[in-house]
């Protein structure tokens, strides 16, 4: 049995990447919004059936113009989830908006649309909401809130790529969807996102936002005779050579997802027994929805024997990190956001998690040694 150390993450080679990034760099267009980029943005539309879409240098810039579109601004609110990526929290608090944390299901990680209602004001003008290792936050809550209060849901995707609620694609449920490309995620492009829009209002403006305020995609469609400066903005735009490598993964997306649930589902089947022994908790996904293999966490007793878990499966060759620390009790979001209600559960959750391998290349000789590593420690 091999004794090589499994990573927790390895970005997947797609067979076409190195033809396409040649194609590329053989041609006079490496800047963007070429062939390869309307390629990759068909088929982001095709997978998430979003009637519009937008590559972007990354997802936290896909979530910095959503934050440009709704107009926020000093007098606004914008709630988030306090256990999530600091983008989530950042590209609004970039727009002078303050960030209003609010706590987690247990069950998921995800935003409750309780603790939501607990700490929206008349200053609320939006919340974004993650869909946590790629299964689908409580839509229905959230969408009845926004609807009852008139503000705006922004859904941060990152993890979604194909995931569904309801039968209903992640990243179109809400008025915005963002996306991430980065090299952790399922499809990437090394650092890459995308903007996800149904409005056509906002679609016109989003176009001039991404292009440094001007309306040159209209001057590249023919619809004027030159571009000039529209409106606000800035470089949210990625190069071809993003774009080649975004559009051979996306060749290869049911593939990939293939892989990641082949090794998803070899930890929810071989776990549970242990699980029950041990009071671990496994990562579960409701029956309405549809995941994405993002990630397989599991959640210990207590801090101290998580850390223990990770230092054990370390030992026997295997990484496996935990995940974010609470937003509402970093330094930035203490300067940047308020707490209204005490988000306990995230506290807890982001105290006890930890997250297993997980990449569709992964051999099932390497899961096996995750799973014989893991079942080998008792509580």
């Given at each position: 049995m091999s004794t090589e150390r499994i990573l927790f993450s390895r970005p997947h080679r797609a067979q076409r990447e190195l033809a396409n990034l040649e194609a590329v760099l053989g041609s006079d267009h490496s800047h963007g919004d070429g062939p390869f980029t309307a390629a990759a943005t068909a088929k982001l539309k095709a997978i998430t059936e979003a009637p519009h879409a937008l590559l972007t240098t990354s997802c936290t810039s896909a979530l910095e113009m959503a934050g440009l579109l709704l107009e926020l601004g000093p007098d606004?609110?914008?709630?988030?989830?306090?256990?999530?990526?600091?983008?989530?929290?950042?590209?609004?608090?970039?727009?002078g908006a303050t960030c209003v944390f609010a706590d987690i299901d247990p069950a998921t990680g995800n935003l409750d649309p309780a603790a939501v209602a607990r700490v929206v004001t008349p200053r609320t003008k939006a919340v974004v909401v993650i869909h946590y290792g790629g299964v689908a936050a409580d839509m229905a809550g959230l969408l009845e809130l926004a609807?009852?209060?008139?503000?705006?849901?922004?859904?941060?995707?990152?993890?979604?790529?194909?995931?569904?609620?309801?039968?209903r694609p992640l990243g179109t449920l809400g008025t915005l969807g963002t996306l991430s490309f980065h090299d952790t995620k399922n499809v990437h492009c090394g650092e890459g996102g995308a903007l996800l829009l149904r409005d056509e209002i906002l679609m016109a403006r989003a176009e001039i936002i991404r292009e440094k305020g001007t309306d040159r995609a209209r001057f590249?469609?023919?619809?004027?005779?030159?571009?000039?400066?529209q409106d606000i903005g800035s470089s949210y735009l990625p190069s071809e050579l993003n774009a080649a490598v975004l559009d051979a993964q996306?060749?290869?997306?049911?593939?990939?997802?293939?892989?990641?649930?082949?090794?998803w589902?070899?930890?929810?089947?071989?776990?549970?027994?242990?699980?029950r022994r041990n009071d671990i908790r496994l990562m579960t996904v409701p029956e309405d929805r549809?995941?994405?293999?993002?990630?397989?966490?599991?959640?210990?007793?207590s801090e101290q024997l998580r850390d223990d878990l990770i230092r054990h499966l370390a030992g026997l060759g295997v990484s496996a990190p935990f995940h974010y620390v609470p937003l509402d009790s970093s330094p930035a979001g203490l300067k940047l956001g308020r707490t209204p209600v005490p988000c306990a559960h995230s506290a807890e959750f982001s105290a006890t998690v930890l997250r297993l391998p997980l990449w569709p290349d992964l051999?099932?000789?390497q899961v096996e040694r995750v799973i014989d590593a893991v079942t080998a420690f008792t509580v």
């Amino acid at each position: 049995m091999s004794t090589e150390r499994i990573l927790f993450s390895r970005p997947h080679r797609a067979q076409r990447e190195l033809a396409n990034l040649e194609a590329v760099l053989g041609s006079d267009h490496s800047h963007g919004d070429g062939p390869f980029t309307a390629a990759a943005t068909a088929k982001l539309k095709a997978i998430t059936e979003a009637p519009h879409a937008l590559l972007t240098t990354s997802c936290t810039s896909a979530l910095e113009m959503a934050g440009l579109l709704l107009e926020l601004g000093p007098d606004d609110e914008v709630i988030v989830p306090s256990f999530a990526f600091t983008s989530t929290a950042t590209s609004m608090a970039l727009r002078g908006a303050t960030c209003v944390f609010a706590d987690i299901d247990p069950a998921t990680g995800n935003l409750d649309p309780a603790a939501v209602a607990r700490v929206v004001t008349p200053r609320t003008k939006a919340v974004v909401v993650i869909h946590y290792g790629g299964v689908a936050a409580d839509m229905a809550g959230l969408l009845e809130l926004a609807a009852a209060h008139g503000f705006a849901v922004v859904e941060d995707n990152a993890h979604g790529l194909g995931g569904r609620w309801r039968g209903r694609p992640l990243g179109t449920l809400g008025t915005l969807g963002t996306l991430s490309f980065h090299d952790t995620k399922n499809v990437h492009c090394g650092e890459g996102g995308a903007l996800l829009l149904r409005d056509e209002i906002l679609m016109a403006r989003a176009e001039i936002i991404r292009e440094k305020g001007t309306d040159r995609a209209r001057f590249l469609r023919g619809a004027v005779d030159k571009y000039s400066w529209q409106d606000i903005g800035s470089s949210y735009l990625p190069s071809e050579l993003n774009a080649a490598v975004l559009d051979a993964q996306l060749d290869e997306f049911d593939l990939i997802q293939t892989g990641r649930h082949r090794v998803w589902h070899a930890y929810a089947t071989a776990l549970p027994e242990w699980a029950r022994r041990n009071d671990i908790r496994l990562m579960t996904v409701p029956e309405d929805r549809a995941h994405t293999a993002h990630l397989y966490y599991l959640r210990a007793p207590s801090e101290q024997l998580r850390d223990d878990l990770i230092r054990h499966l370390a030992g026997l060759g295997v990484s496996a990190p935990f995940h974010y620390v609470p937003l509402d009790s970093s330094p930035a979001g203490l300067k940047l956001g308020r707490t209204p209600v005490p988000c306990a559960h995230s506290a807890e959750f982001s105290a006890t998690v930890l997250r297993l391998p997980l990449w569709p290349d992964l051999t099932d000789e390497q899961v096996e040694r995750v799973i014989d590593a893991v079942t080998a420690f008792t509580v």
